[in-house]
C-alpha cells in the first residue's frame, strides 16, 4: 500500500533568511568524501549513498561564512558522521556499541596500536582540530562521544522494536543529531570560544537547543519517506508523535510542522530575552546566533537540493510538496 503525504512549506514557516553558499565552495568540490571513501569504510550502497549526500555541499550550505580551512574541517565532521550513520543503521545493539567504544576512545587518546579505518580517521580529524582552543576541544570531544552514546541507544531501541515518547524522543535527537559538536563548528569557523557564563546562561541554552530541535525537526520531515520505508523510523519525530499519538501520516507531518513553527518562535524570544554580556561577548553572541540561523535555513535548502531522501524525485517534491510513501518495512525484532 502507499501512501501520499504533503508536507509542510518550510520556507514559509522559517522567519531566518539565508545568505546563500558559500563562496569558496564549487560544485566539483568532493574533498571530504573523498578523504572519508580514502579509509575503504564503505562500498556498494552505502559508498553512494555517502556520495550522494555531498557533505561537502551540506557544509557550503550551512557554514556560509567559514574560510576554505574551517569549512573543509566542517565538511569532513559531517563525513564522519554520515559514515558512523552508515554504518551504525543496520548493525545490531551490540556491534553498534562495538563501534561507539572504537570512536569514543579515539576520541579520547585510548585507542593505542588500534589501526581500524574509525580510529585512524578519527586520529586524523582531530589533529587537524589542535588549532582550536583547549576549551572547545574538550567540549568536541565530549559531544562526540554524547552523539555516538545517543547512537548506540538508538541501536537498542531498533533492537527491540520500541518508540520513544515524544518527549524521550527529544532528549535522544538532540544527541544522536550530531549537532553539538557542529554547533563547536561553528564557534570555530567564527574564530573565538564562548565564555563558560554565556555557555551556562539559560536564555542561550534555549537558542542553542531551540535551533536543535527545529534542524532535527525538519530533518525527520524530510527523511521520514526513506526511514519509514526501511523500517528504521523508531527515532523520527513523525513516527513518534504518530506513536504518542495515533495520529495519521499526514496528521503526524502537520503536527511536526506546527511544532518546528513553535520552535522558530521560542529561538526568537530567548534572543529577545538574552541578558546582556557586555560588547565584546555581545557581539560574539550576535554572531553564533546569526550562524545558527544560517544552519537552519542553509539545510532546509539542502535538503531540497541533495537526492538523499527522495532519489530522482527530488525536484518534483520540491515542487509540489507531495510525498509517496511505500508500506513500512517489517524489521526482525531481536
Partial sequence: MEYTVKLPDMDSLTPFTWVGCNPHYSRSDTEATDWML?????????RASLIKTNPDKLMAYTYPYADP?????ASDYAAILFALDEFTDDQSADEAKATRDIFSNALSGRS????????????????????????LRARFVTHCIGYIDATAREAGLRATGQTPSFEDYVQLRRQNGGL???????????GFTLPAGVLEDNDFQNIV??????????????????????????C??????????????????D????????????????????????????????????????????????????????????????????????????????
Fill in 209 to 234: 537547543f531551540a535551533a536543535m530541535d527545529i534542524i532535527c525537526m525538519s530533518n525527520d520531515i524530510y527523511s521520514f519517506k526513506m526511514e519509514y520505508a526501511s523500517g528504521n523510523d523508531f
Fill in 38 to 46: 580514502s579509509y575503504g569504510v564503505l562500498s556498494g550502497n552505502k
Fill in 112 to 135: 593505542g596500536d588500534d589501526a581500524s579505518p574509525i580510529t585512524l580517521f578519527t586520529k586524523d580529524f582531530l589533529e587537524r582540530f589542535s588549532s582550536a582552543s583547549e576549551e
Fill in 255 to 334: 503536527r511536526a510542522g506546527r511544532l518546528y513553527k513553535q520552535r522558530c518562535d521560542d529561538m526568537i524570544s530567548s534572543k529577545k530575552a538574552l541578558r546582556s554580556f557586555g560588547a565584546e561577548t555581545d557581539e560574539m553572541i550576535r554572531k553564533y546566533v546569526w550562524a545558527l540561523e544560517q544552519w537552519i535555513t542553509g539545510y532546509n535548502v539542502w535538503q531540497l537540493e541533495t537526492t538523499r531522501f527522495f532519489g530522482d524525485k527530488s525536484k518534483e517534491v520540491n515542487s509540489t510538496g507531495i510525498v509517496k510513501i511505500s508500506h513500512r518495512k517489517a524489521i526482525r525484532v531481536a
Fill in 69 to 73: 580551512k574551517s569549512l573543509r574541517l
Fill in 180 to 190: 553539538f559538536p557542529a554547533f563547536e563548528m561553528v564557534e570555530f569557523a567564527l
Fill in 236 to 253: 523520527n519525530a513523525v513516527s513518534s508523535l504518530m506513536h504518542d499519538n495515533g495520529l495519521s501520516q499526514q496528521a503526524a507531518v
